[in-house]
């Protein structure tokens, strides 16, 4: 193929700079170097006062022991040492790895599943709509809903009494929280995703199907040596994408147990957003900014680490056609 | 929820941007004097059609039109504590602000940022000074005040917890409640016997199941009791005999099936709804409970509550939380704010507290609605008060360590030992964590 060519000269644009040209290049090179700082200028700015500052701010604030007003106490890494040593903390965080991983892992088989299955599908526009849908409804909504369909009087177990179960399962059981936000988030997930590789999948040329029919490719090998090579940058956008959301996955838990938000989620749903969140804003005691803070940096460097790491696992030559 | 809760988040951070940039934190400058005509910015914890919502808006007109001053109002609901602890960095505070007395002990009280309301207690409001106007065992509970030992609160309305039950239909409760906790198993047993639920409770809300055991244990040691083995750092406070016989008066609700099928395992407020449908007789909750559950409860519902069991030669006690107004140092117009703060306690704004609102009044002498008049009884009656949760702010004790366990045993997952020793050494690693 001649994908790699293509890139090659793309990652080096030939022909490289003549002798005599100097150091401002052409009149366009000049150009954009003027126009730089007054267009990346405000952006830089902005994302600098908002995101940068805050973070650095926030780094500080971890070092510190702060009731969010009133007076600050250094206290160098204690509260990492604190946060760390906390099992709820680990349990968190264990929750937020479950959602990345165990989730993240349903939710892309599935999507894959479904892309190509909706591929041959009569009428794969309504339902690639129908699968998207639960992504538009708000967390809320869910959280609600869980409540009518499993509460002890609620929908299923309505159902269920004319089937001659008299003893239905504890639904809503502090323990099967978890599970059930797992579920939900597989739910409303998926489609989301599923939208994104479908617009990645409709890319690839319908004579490389052709090829495939033609040589008697099974739907996996279809998938094996067509879709998956020629979507792999589409998928690894989409796993860093997850990567990121369902590190910071709160609303969900925090309206699903814990009556819709009226109170606190019982601690085995908690992710580590809601942990930061329960430790600076619980409202029931005096805040810890610092506990909160240092837990926030972790779930940061967590998403660091892991964003670098999937690139870098990911990293293929794109291939170009 | 979500959104503002972000909205919070995002402010938290800026308010800390802002102060690592310009290091502005702490101080403040509150000298502008009490003019006529002075404008003061207001937070309120209620939102635009809550009924103290319009109590607070008619007294508030009526205090522009009586003094001139002018009262800017931002409606912002409950998370308004929330958001005045990062804008407390910053010169955007406002002059008065209300909330339980929890809420305002976090985010003002604790921290020392609250402005004593000693001129608020001073102003004469129906011809009496306001300190008088307050029961003094109100004035006596610590949390409200700051370390001068000046209150940085003055409430306007009470919320408490008492034992409620459908009057029309167990009309003996209210001539002759159980009057110890052994009266009152004999009451459920009784309840059980005749087919009928006992207790309801929404086991979801980590709160309300702390009350069984937080009053046990009150009732039983006395108002402080609970804090005194929270915040003693060696866990020995656990091990007390009387901690574990308040355990086994929550494990004896389970192990007697007195509660509601299901508790374990549904969303708020789905319990409650039962009991207002005549699902189970009896509700343990607060104050808010005719108004909160008045929309949905069956018709010719008589609400009626009865106090938690006294325990025999203790004094007789009631909980009993604050809402009410807090003015932070920081404040540009505290004169003002004192007198508006006061105006709250005149009669015609406490009856109204007490019968458009449905709510505890502060004051004695206030009407109040025939729904809550046990609750009144008992803290009118009571010699001893004590807080909700005994009063324990710890940062995250309650919500990481307290509750959790509590629920297990509330939800029947662990016996009275267990939850003791469990508690004993979580208190150990609280304390030995927070250094």
Not at chain 1, 125 to 136: D, G, S
Not at chain 2, 305 to 332: C, H, L, N
Request: hydrophobic share 45%.
């Amino acid at each position: 193929m001649s994908a790699s060519t293509l890139k090659r000269t793309r990652r080096n644009p030939a022909p490289a700079l003549k002798p005599g040209q100097g150091r401002g290049g052409s009149s366009i090179e000049r150009q954009r170097r003027k126009l730089l700082v007054p267009f990346v200028g405000p952006a830089f700015l902005f994302y600098t006062v908002l995101f940068i500052v805050p973070t650095i701010a926030a780094v500080w604030i971890s070092l510190n022991e702060w009731a969010g007003s009133g007076p600050m106490t250094f206290v160098g890494i204690k509260n990492y040492i604190k946060v760390f040593q906390d099992p709820l903390f680990l349990k968190s965080f264990g929750n937020t790895l479950l959602l990345l991983f165990v989730v993240g892992a349903a939710i892309f088989i599935l999507a894959f599943a479904m892309t190509l299955v909706l591929r041959d599908m009569a009428a794969k526009k309504i339902a690639r709509n129908v699968i998207f849908f639960p992504h538009l409804i708000n967390a809320l909504v869910f959280g609600i809903l869980a409540g009518f369909i499993f509460n002890p009087g609620g929908m299923v177990n309505s159902l269920l009494k004319p089937l001659g179960v008299t003893e239905p399962p504890a639904w809503l059981a502090q323990d099967n929280i978890f599970p059930l936000i797992m579920a939900t988030m597989v739910l409303t997930t998926t489609g989301y995703f599923t939208t994104i590789i479908m617009a990645g999948v409709d890319r690839i040329p319908p004579y490389f199907y052709e090829d495939c029919a033609l040589a008697g490719a099974t739907a996996f090998q279809r998938l094996r040596y067509v879709i998956l090579p020629l979507t792999w940058d589409v998928f690894g956008t989409c796993a860093v994408l997850w990567t990121i959301s369902s590190v910071k996955i709160f609303e969900i838990i925090w309206v699903f147990g814990g009556s819709s938000g009226a109170g606190l989620p019982p601690t085995q749903t908690w992710s580590v957003a809601v942990y930061t969140y329960v430790t600076a804003f619980s409202g029931m005691s005096t805040p810890a900014y610092g506990a909160a803070t240092a837990s926030a940096i972790i779930s940061l460097a967590l998403v660091t680490v892991l964003v670098v790491l999937l690139r870098r696992a990911m990293r293929r030559d794109a291939i170009e056609f | 929820m979500s959104t503002k809760s972000r909205i919070v988040r995002t402010l938290a951070v800026l308010a800390g941007a802002s102060m690592a940039l310009t290091a502005c934190g702490g101080g403040g400058g509150n000298d502008a004097g009490a003019k006529d005509g002075g404008t003061v910015t207001y937070w309120s914890m209620w939102k635009v059609g809550e009924a103290q919502q319009k109590v607070l808006a008619s007294a508030i007109a009526d205090f522009e039109k009586e003094t001139g001053n002018k009262v800017d109002v931002q409606w912002q609901g409950r998370t308004n504590t929330k958001k005045i602890i990062p804008a407390l960095n910053t010169n955007n505070v406002p002059d008065i602000i209300d909330g339980s007395n929890a809420n305002l002990d976090i985010a003002l009280g604790s921290t020392g940022q609250a402005l004593p309301m000693t001129d608020a207690y001073n102003t004469e409001i129906d011809g009496k000074k306001l300190s008088e106007l307050i029961p003094a065992k109100f004035a006596a509970v610590s949390n409200i005040k700051g370390k001068d030992g000046q209150p940085w609160m003055v409430p306007y309305s009470l919320t408490s917890d008492g034992i409620w039950f459908d009057a029309e239909k167990n009309p003996d409760l209210v001539t002759n409640p159980p009057a110890s906790w052994d009266d009152f198993i004999s009451l459920l047993d009784k309840e059980k016997a005749a087919g009928q639920t006992p207790i309801a409770a929404d086991g979801d809300i980590s709160g309300y199941s702390a009350y069984w055991f937080v009053s046990a244990l009150v009732h039983s040691e006395g108002p402080g009791a609970f804090n005194k083995i929270v915040t003693d750092k060696t866990g020995a406070g656990w091990d007390s005999p009387a901690v574990l016989a308040a355990a086994k008066t929550v494990q004896q609700l389970v192990d007697g099936n007195y509660l509601i099928d299901g508790y374990n395992a549904s969303k708020w407020p789905a319990q409650q709804q039962a009991w207002a449908t005549g699902g189970a007789d009896l509700l343990f909750n607060g104050s808010w409970i005719p108004t909160e559950t008045g929309t949905y409860a069956s018709p010719g519902f008589k609400y009626a509550s009865f106090p938690y069991p006294a325990v025999a030669g203790q004094p007789s006690m009631a909980r009993t939380d604050f809402t009410g107004f807090a003015i932070p140092k920081k404040a540009k117009n505290p004169a003002i704010a004192q007198e508006l703060a006061a105006f709250l306690l005149t009669k015609k704004n406490q009856d109204a507290m007490g019968t458009v609102a449905k709510v505890l009044p502060v004051r004695a002498d206030a009407a109040i609605s025939p729904e809550l008049a046990a609750l009144k009884k008992n803290i009118d009656g009571a010699e001893e008060i004590y807080l909700g949760n005994d009063g324990v702010t710890a940062p995250g004790y309650l919500e990481k360590n307290f509750n959790p366990t509590d629920d297990q045993l509330f939800l029947g997952k662990i016996d009275a030992g267990e939850f003791v020793s469990k508690m004993k050494s979580e208190t150990i690693a609280y304390w030995k964590a927070q250094g």
